[in-house]
């Protein structure tokens, strides 16, 4: 795509987001990976050296499959990656600008990411509904009820046991002196209040994933924006979104836009951006940097 067919788009965007009585976000990863939230590299290279030496894996995706040798291990790792990713803020203000862009709107999030970003950057969390649960709650891993329990706590306490310190600003320094632990304090490993199973992260892996409360409200909260905007001027705005599960927000946002004749499409992100040819002529579909596509839409 050539720079003046993005400028032509981006264009287009702002003024479809101009014209819109709402707007629905949907979000996947690659606005999180847009942001800096990356799970290669250097970035896995700084928090997870000593994994990657041990066990030959190289990001900490894999790594989060890894059969560890216990369970203090395999919540060292697993602490490390849940604080990380979800209470340090990302790099670069991506989230920051789609709230600039949408916070005058009637607006609604739905995401599959897990990271709780949106709300980091002042989204009304009345307005989200993360569908695959979330990095900062733990749940039982039978499990033994539908219910979730905050974890910052204990995995600072798990951090603190390998030998991290944190900042002011709650970032994840390394200790200059000391060589870190990779297993913590067995009486750290966390368990099931009710039943003493141990306890697992809130994310959407199998059937065992608990739907508590606040998911169910949060359910019931986007199927009622979508009833009473059915028929209105609304914007479905995809960022980030893949193939791994297209049926959460891809595949509805293509149906949705199809049934009504007042909405418009539009995809952003850095590799496929296409849409049926059912929907082509209410679509936008833009392959770059979502957060450098944003900061154009909101400078210009």
Same mark, same amino acid.
């Given at each position: 795509m050539n720079i003046a067919d993005t400028e032509q788009k981006?264009?287009?965007?702002?003024?479809?987001?101009?014209?819109?009585?709402?707007?629905?976000?949907?979000?996947?990863?690659?606005?999180?990976?847009?942001? +800096?939230?990356? $799970?290669?590299?250097?970035?896995?290279?700084? @928090?997870?050296?000593?994994? %990657? /030496?041990?066990?030959?894996?190289?990001?900490?995706?894999? +790594?989060?499959? $890894?059969?560890?040798?216990?369970?203090?291990? @395999?919540?060292?790792?697993? %602490? /490390?990656?849940?604080?990380?990713?979800?209470?340090?803020?990302?790099?670069?203000?991506?989230?920051?600008?789609?709230?600039?862009?949408?916070?005058?709107?009637?607006?609604?999030?739905l995401t599959t990411n897990v990271d709780h970003c949106f709300q980091k950057a002042g989204f009304d969390k009345r307005r989200l509904f993360y569908t695959q649960g979330d990095y900062g709650l733990f749940q039982c891993s039978g499990p033994c009820c539908q219910k979730t329990y905050d974890n910052k706590s204990i995995i600072q306490e798990m951090l603190r046991a390998q030998g991290f310190v944190t900042d002011a600003k709650g970032t994840l320094d390394l200790p200059k002196t000391l060589t870190l632990e990779m297993a913590i304090p067995s009486e750290l490993i966390p368990h099931c209040p009710k039943c003493g199973r141990q306890m697992t992260m809130n994310l959407r892996a199998d059937n065992t994933f608990a739907e508590d409360a606040g998911w169910h409200k949060a359910a019931g909260h986007y199927k009622t924006f979508l009833k009473n905007h059915r028929t209105q001027q609304t914007l479905f705005l995809e960022l980030g979104v893949g193939m791994n599960t297209p049926g959460i927000i891809k595949y509805p946002f293509w149906r949705m836009t199809a049934e009504n004749p007042r909405a418009a499409y539009a995809c952003i992100n850095y590799g496929p951006a296409v849409c049926p040819q059912e929907i082509k002529e209410q679509s936008i579909c833009i392959n770059g940097d979502i957060g450098e596509i944003l900061r154009e839409a909101i400078t210009k």
């Open positions: 981006i264009q287009a965007l702002r003024h479809v987001l101009n014209q819109s009585d709402a707007v629905i976000v949907g979000a996947g990863a690659g606005l999180s990976a847009s942001a +800096g939230y990356d $799970y290669t590299g250097e970035r896995f290279q700084k @928090y997870f050296r000593d994994f %990657s /030496r041990k066990y030959g894996f190289s990001d900490m995706y894999s +790594g989060g499959f $890894y059969p560890f040798d216990s369970p203090e291990e @395999y919540w060292a790792y697993w %602490s /490390r990656y849940i604080y990380i990713n979800r209470y340090m803020k990302p790099q670069k203000p991506v989230y920051q600008r789609l709230y600039e862009m949408v916070k005058n709107k009637d607006y609604f999030i």
